[in-house]
């Protein structure tokens, strides 16, 4: 069965800092790879994906993640966040050959001004 | 990206109630799926459906849930006797417009309450 591990629940930087979130799967087969967003009041948006080619993706906002696959991992980054990135991100993966995608805890982030 | 809406946004109802949650997708979708969250917790897959029939479920999804499309525009998911632990975020989540995709974008949710 997949699973989804973030690696921190709770994550609080100063604007300007730089954000790492970590993001591990489990699964042998051939994956998608997620990150969604929800801000405070909002519903899920699709931050980023990864289907295949360049495992560095980049997203909306300034955001990438890298898929390293020895690794299974996904971690999502941004150089300098800003005080409108506090909200929930998601780590979310599927199987290819299925249609629900499996998510992480969440990691809460909040920017301090 | 699709849109879709969820109604109702909040949903407070009694043990053993029966609740419908609707989902309008903007334009015609074949593939709808539903999620929920429940509070503090992270989003559970409970069904996907596919051209009015089930195409996969979770174990969460027992007999007290089902989903239909009733007109041929929008989806619902009954619970038929409302327990406590029902009480979650509900989202529904629908494909890119070209029809079946690994990704998918979610509605608003309708907030669900048991009391």
């Known amino acids: 069965a997949q699973s989804v591990s973030q690696h921190n629940h709770h994550v609080i930087l100063s604007e300007a800092a730089s954000l790492e979130l970590g993001c591990n799967y489990s699964?042998?087969?051939?994956?998608?790879l997620f990150w969604y967003v929800q801000y405070p009041g909002q519903h899920l948006q699709l931050l980023l994906k990864y289907f295949s080619g360049d495992p560095l993706v980049k997203g909306i906002k300034g955001f990438e993640a890298e898929f390293i696959k020895s690794k299974f991992s996904f971690n999502l980054r941004k150089p300098s966040v800003q005080w409108s990135d506090t909200a929930e991100y998601f780590c979310?993966?599927?199987?290819?050959?299925?249609?629900?995608?499996?998510f992480g805890k969440g990691t809460r982030l909040h920017i301090l001004p | 990206e699709p849109e879709v809406t969820q109604t109702p946004s909040h949903q407070v109802t009694q043990m053993g109630q029966e609740v419908i949650l609707r989902c309008v997708p903007i334009s015609n979708h074949l593939y709808f799926y539903w999620y929920r969250q429940i509070l503090g917790q992270k989003v559970e897959f409970l069904v996907s459906f596919y051209n009015n029939e089930i195409s996969e479920k979770s174990e969460i999804f027992d007999d007290q849930f089902s989903v239909e499309r009733p007109d041929g525009s929008n989806f619902t998911l009954k619970i038929r006797s409302t327990k406590l632990e029902d009480s979650a975020m509900y989202f529904c989540a629908i494909p890119p417009a070209s029809g079946r995709g690994n990704e998918q974008f979610f509605g608003p949710g309708t907030r669900l309450t048991v009391l």
């Open positions: 979310a993966v599927n199987a290819r050959r299925d249609d629900k995608i499996i």
């Open positions: 699964y042998g087969g051939t994956v998608n």
